[in-house]
């Protein structure tokens, strides 16, 4: 894993945290009043967003980043390399970045293995004055996938 400046980025990369971090003003989050913003880029090169959607339950709650992957099938789009995430609190701005946690990361180690690609997580504080660039395989060692199954997974890739 690698820490980054916001202007050493990508104008990609760029274009996809700063998505993100808009991403971040439509989460629906009246119990942690925590905000979270995802952004993928698909393969046609087409950003598909998410934000943290919570849950009176709160175990149905759903991240930003899984909703931004199941926006992207939804809208056709199962291979990504690259994922941005980015949260801060209702008050204060979050010093540390935001990494996905285990639900996610065990989601983007499936859509990993659907792209075909060691996907890349830009990982950011809310101000974007800390970034963390990291791969899934970092963030999830030995995952469990559809490849441990013997799973093919051409026909889901679009
Ligand atoms: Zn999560």
């Known amino acids: 894993m690698r820490t980054i400046n916001f202007s050493k980025l990508s104008s990609a990369d760029q274009e996809l945290l700063l998505a993100a971090r808009d991403a971040m003003a439509?989460?629906?989050?009246?119990?942690?009043?925590?905000?979270?913003?995802?952004?993928?880029?698909?393969?046609?090169?087409?950003?598909?967003?998410?934000?943290?959607?919570?849950n009176a339950s709160y175990s149905a709650t759903i991240c930003a980043e899984r909703s931004a992957i199941v926006r992207a099938a939804a809208m056709g789009h199962t291979v990504f390399g690259r994922i941005a995430v980015i949260g801060r609190g209702a008050k204060a701005p979050t010093t540390e970045v935001i990494s996905p946690c285990g639900v996610c990361r065990q989601m983007l180690f499936e859509s990993a293995q659907i792209s075909r690609m060691n996907i890349e997580v830009i990982m950011s504080s809310s101000e974007m004055k800390k970034i963390v660039i990291g791969t899934i395989s970092e963030l999830l060692p030995l995952g469990f996938g559809p490849a441990n199954l013997g799973l093919r997974m051409e026909r889901f890739r679009r």
């Open 26 to 54: 439509q989460a629906y989050n009246p119990y942690s009043n925590f905000f979270v913003g995802a952004a993928l880029r698909a393969g046609n090169g087409e950003i598909v967003t998410g934000s943290n959607f919570e």
